[in-house]
């Protein structure tokens, strides 16, 4: 084992330390994240930051740097109030990467990428028409963070697309039956393989592994 | 594909919306959190949002519900101003899971559970002894959400702790080499496979893999 300090960090190469701190966090979720800007023109992006907030109401979270190229998906959820969440597969994983190139702002990431666009009578943001779970999420608050100016936007899950089969009987979603991926660091992404699921735990009893197939 | 809407999720038992809800944000870290309060007594409990926040100052950020069993985590956050984050591998999951068990306030989950605590001279949180990659964590800032009351605690990393042979020449932890896991909705645990590292992206030009090993 090494042992890396503060001082370590502060003196790492800019590329080499944005490598290491993106890793340090454990294994992410990958989705797409679609809006639309007043005018009508659609954008989508890559966010590893997705997390759960709460159940009732239901709730997500996601960090958004402001100077970042991810400044269009925070202007267009703040000026719309809607945005998209789409998991991300193996067969789309190239055309979601490329999602992350500084495209012109006049240029729809869906065109560059040859993702399409799939809506929902609900509200005007794109849902990703490859991704096998599309959410719409209605925009609610967004804290700054005093120290870097990174915002933590909140939003509710108003409308979940799935497919049928993927949905277990105690209402867990199989995800590795849709084929969502997680990523680590900024680059990697890797597929899942399910190793266990425990029931609730209680103090002085012993685990009980869950055994529940779709 | 079916169409759950808020009115579906409104309606559905309590435990099963849990379920559901907690699956839909993807993939997620799995780390434990140590801390001890005022008066010496140490906690370790599982956290599976654990989010990048920035590289320069290394900040992450986690998500801490007021009125959960994590209540200990928090309140040991703020009153000490530290606490560790704990890489969990398949050897120590059934211990990790079970640190999620209510236990009486006196009573240590690394006690309860046969972890160890390890201790570095920069503060008093304990790190778990078992875990491959443990971060002593300095707390910054937390914000209360409006909508729910949830905290989404700040806090930038001042040391880590890993093995010399995770560390790639770019900077990026083999999290698979140290066997870190990833886990979905409340109880499923995965392990990964790398399936692609890309560069970063540029319009116009093609996707490039990058090939690096340890």
Not at 48 to 59: F, K, N, R, Y
Not at 163 to 169: A, C, T
């Amino acid at each position: 084992m090494i042992v890396i300090t503060k001082n370590d960090i502060d003196a790492m190469d800019q590329r080499y330390r944005v490598n290491f701190i993106n890793s340090l966090s454990g294994f992410k979720s990958v989705n797409l994240v679609g809006t639309v800007d007043a005018e009508g023109h659609s954008n989508v992006a890559p966010f590893s930051s997705v997390v759960h907030l709460g159940a009732d109401p239901a709730l997500v979270g996601m960090v958004s740097r402001p100077d970042s190229v991810l400044r269009g998906s925070l202007k267009n959820i703040i000026e719309t109030g809607w945005y998209s969440l789409n998991h991300v597969t193996e067969q789309m994983l190239e055309q979601a990467h490329q999602c992350s190139a500084r495209y012109a702002e006049n240029e729809s990431e869906f065109t560059a990428t040859g993702l399409s666009e799939s809506y929902s009578p609900l509200c005007p943001a794109p849902m990703v028409a490859q991704s096998p779970l599309s959410m719409l999420i209605e925009y609610k608050e967004h804290h700054r963070l005093a120290i870097n100016n990174t915002v933590f936007i909140v939003g509710q899950i108003r409308e979940v697309h799935l497919p049928q089969e993927s949905l277990l009987d105690s209402g867990l979603v199989d995800l590795e039956a849709i084929g969502s991926l997680a990523c680590s660091g900024l680059d990697s992404y890797h597929g899942t393989q399910r190793l266990a699921r425990y029931a609730y735990a209680k103090p002085d009893k012993p685990l009980q592994e869950i055994d529940e197939h779709s």
